[in-house]
């Protein structure tokens, strides 16, 4: 059986300029980055329907959230509809972690998955220089006199690798020494930034809001107080630019930015998704990890930054990952209707997020493995059913478009029904009032415990001006609480917040829940022992 990678390499791309021309986009707008990848010019207004695709709780067997995303595009377009995706970009810590590759699988890849994988067109890097930029000029001001009187740094330096050790350092020894530490890239506030800017010139005054640390008086110190936030867009003036490229049965694909999703809001960028829906009838997009996560940040944040409505939302499931939500330890393809019983819960729980919280229009993607019977399959169909929405079953892993042109079908029916979004809490509502809302309407907790430091955060960013931003809560992906070993539909649990962070730029507050941490750490065994080069062709990237 072929890898992703031996799959991938077996299919002849397009010109990007054909990709693009489907699109109706003219040759002279694209920047290329060799024969099948290009950024194109922003574009905004568009009529294009959204498609959210978001799954169940992540669990070691896999949902194949981004497999299903890709297939529902290419089974659209083979329905004559002119479709387009709006994907993140994979970030390296994952791909060199346990991950491995992050662009779909099988037969529904977007490509050259190689180059989407690694450098891609820089913007990962163009992120991490942005934020390391800022991380200088604060330790530079501080050196030559501190005229702003910074007392205290809350801005973090940044990679795109995972490594454990960076997590918490000591930097400026000498003169300016001070407990420091590292984020991953895709959890930075720059990448956060990029991501919910509507143009270049909001991307700018967003980054003159971010907020560096505090003053002997205790006023917040800006970006742009440290004359930071020009230098800093000029390093992302390639970068803001969505990336334009394909799968593997030629479908345009917009693949940009890639905040994590239990760590950051876990969505696409505004400008690619916009850009999308101004050429595309039709747009898939992925928000990452289980609905309690991505789906939730993305209709509550990214919604309501953007006035983006999804004109329908699928739920991805297998009967491999309900048989671990519902205890199953190992050797998930064996037959195990009990487990599998016990797992639909979690599903039940995030459709009714999606139809009774959010009231969107909702089919749940059975993404069918060959070891699944189909006695289950029926049985996820049937349980589907008594929860009020539709189960497909997609094999588009396998086959293609192909397989997932009843799940297509059922999608574009669901795009004629008009519905009115609603969110998990206003705006409007106390700090501690819309964690509450989110703890107990999309995960079924009892309550929030904050903890001495969250709740002095919440009386200083209300004192301050920043309480009617929305939050996004940081917190494990594999439960819908904030304990990963609380598998499948928890009960009488609760969420503990051990620290709100502002994210200025993003327009955001981050609650902390549980011990999730900003910087990934290697497994025992990374991924990255698993890869080799040979004469340029890369084997071990899935």
Known sequence: MKTDIEIANSVKLKPIEEVAQELNIDASRLYRYGNHIAKVERKDGGKGKVVLVTAINPTAAGEGKTTVSIGLADAMRLEKKKVALALREPSLGPVFGMKGGATGGG??????????????????????????LLSAMIDNHIYWGNALRIKTVEWRRCQDVNDR???????GLGYCTREDGFDITAASEIMATLCLSKDEKDLKERLGRIVIGKTYDGENVTAKDLKAHEAMAILLKDAIKPNLVQTLAGTPAFVHGGPFANIAHGCNS?????????????????AGFGADLGAEKFLDIKCRTADIKP??????????????AGGKKKDFSERDDKALENGLPNLQKHIENITGVFNMPCVVAINRFASDSDDEIKFVEKACGKYGVKAVCCTAHGDGGEGARSLAKEVIKLCEKESELKFTYELNDAIDGKIEKIAKRIYGADGVKFEPKAKKAIDELTAKGYGNLPVCVAKTQYSLSDNAALVGRPKGFTVTVRDIRLRAG????????????????????PNAENMTIENGIIKGLF
Do not use: W
Request: proline content about 2%.
């Open 506 to 525: 993003a327009g955001f507050l981050v609650a902390l829940a549980g011990d999730i941490l900003l910087m990934p750490g290697l497994g025992r065994v």
């Open 270 to 286: 505004v400008i690619a998704t916009e850009t999308a829906k101004y050429y595309g009838d039709y747009v898939v997009t992925e």
């Open 107 to 132: 037969m529904v890849q977007i490509a050259p998955m190689e180059d989407i994988n690694l450098h891609f067109t820089g913007d990962m890097h163009a992120i991490t220089a942005a934020n390391n």
């Open 165 to 171: 050790a960076l997590r918490s350092i000591v930097s």
């Open 311 to 324: 004109s329908a939302v699928v739920i991805v499931a297998t009967v491999r990952a309900l048989k671990c």
